[in-house]
């Protein structure tokens, strides 16, 4: 959540910043809420400070032999109202926190407003490849090399699912191992992330309780529970609740995990094959630093997965979100975006966000600064190194040859057995 001081301070100035996104916020209802608040507080600590003081001469009254009956009596009326009281604040306590929950977060100063249409390339790597034959999509060279098997994977698991096999498996498997090992010399930590989260992992990354219906929830489980939808939302709850060093950060870790999301709506005839799926698997970069370290943390972890797709030797752009299309968890994101050829369009691979201290704000993660003991909120980055389900597909499409082959990426073949080439199944 956002700092409240902020909105106390100059309302206008923040919903200036949310107009960015698109999103006109009426912070009436909440300074109604917050003005309420500090009466209801200023009137209970005053009649309890008065109950205390009262209940504290009873005894002498009664020592002196004095009647106190009609005292304890306005003493327990006092109460009543204190209690009373209480519960007022509780619930205006309530309207808040939901409020400030609800809120996404405040995006840099230097973004740009709008949605996507005013994202804006800021790197481009290689160039679009040209066939001098009939290019195939990725869904017929899966099927052709025998890698993907799409209709048995509806059959187990429904529309949008499908199966690796046999050297679509270990491609796949290939992929994973390569960015694994490239974050590992990175200096990064492998951490393997449960499937299972408890809601208060959705809240502190920031989808709960806005967007509850993109996860898949799991009813039968011991507390309210849902399936990941990125290792993200775990590795931001590492240190929830929880306060480190400054000498502790940054904190660097990379996690593997399927990833299971809903996709609600309709998919559009171009995501056919792996592009838009219910699971996938995707490795998931991810660091805790200080505020002043937090913009070199950012560039470290968009310069990283620009350097996979480069070593895969891809033709890709770099894009800067507008305010309006980055997630409502992130003040900045950077997409690494991947060209499919059969669609002529780019597709995202990986997000490099900055949340800044929203997400540390909603998991009470905090550190204490070395130079005066006091505490602050960390700022936590995440970057996808990489999603698998459309590195994939960019594969097979750019590296396709005339004879139907599928040319491997050099930096995949010591994961292949030193398989040079994918060919047909005959």
């Given amino acids: 959540m956002i700092d409240v001081n902020l909105i106390r301070q100059d309302a206008c100035a923040v919903r200036e910043r949310y107009l960015k996104r698109g999103k006109d916020i009426d912070f009436a209802p909440f300074l109604q809420w917050d003005e309420n608040r500090k009466q209801l507080i200023a009137k209970v600590e005053s009649m309890k400070a008065q109950r205390n003081k009262v209940s504290a001469e009873i005894p002498k009254f009664k020592k002196a032999g004095q009647d106190v009956s009609s005292t304890i009596a306005e003493m327990k009326a006092l109460g009543e109202e204190i209690d009373a009281l209480d519960k007022q604040l509780d619930q205006v306590n309530d309207k808040i926190r939901d409020f400030l929950l609800r809120l996404p977060n405040l995006p840099d100063e230097d973004l740009a407003a709008g949605g996507k249409e005013n994202n804006r390339p800021i790197k481009v790597y290689g160039e679009k490849p040209l066939f001098d034959f009939p290019a195939k999509d990725h869904v017929e060279l899966a099927q052709s090399l025998g890698l993907i098997d799409y209709e048995r994977g509806a059959k187990l698991a429904g529309n949008g699912s499908w199966i690796y096999t046999d050297r679509g498996a270990r491609l796949e498997w290939a992929l994973l191992n390569y960015f694994i090992d490239s974050h590992i010399a990175k200096g990064y930590t492998f951490m393997l992330p449960p499937y299972m989260l408890t809601y208060e992992c959705g809240l502190t990354a920031g989808q709960f309780p806005k967007f509850e219906d993109d996860v898949y929830q799991l009813a039968n489980a011991e507390g309210k529970k849902f399936l990941l939808p990125t290792a993200e939302t775990a590795l931001v709850n ?38 838009r799926g219910h699971q996938f698997n995707k490795v998931e970069l991810f660091q805790y630093t200080t505020p002043q370290k937090s913009d070199e943390a950012f560039a470290e972890m968009v310069d990283m997965a620009c350097g996979l797709v480069e070593g895969l030797g891809l033709h890709y752009r770099l894009s800067k979100l507008a305010a309006g299309d980055c997630s409502d968890s992130m003040a900045r994101t950077y997409d690494i975006e991947i060209y499919i050829p059969s669609m002529n369009i780019y597709k995202e691979v990986s997000s490099a966000s900055n949340a800044r201290d929203y997400q540390a704000r909603r998991g009470n993660m905090r550190y204490r600064r070395a130079s005066d003991k006091k505490l602050e909120f960390v700022h936590t980055l995440n970057a996808s190194g990489l999603a698998t389900s459309r590195v994939f597909p960019a594969i097979l499409e750019q590296n396709q040859n005339a004879d139907g082959s599928v040319t491997i990426p050099e930096v995949l073949r010591k994961y292949m057995g030193g398989m040079e080439k994918l060919l047909p199944i005959k």
């Fill in 238 to 275: 590492l240190y929830r609740d929880e306060i480190l060093d400054e000498s502790d950060l940054p904190k660097k870790f990379f996690g593997y995990s399927a990833c299971f999301r809903r996709e609600a709506g309709s998919y559009r005839s171009e995501e056919r094959g792996m592009i």
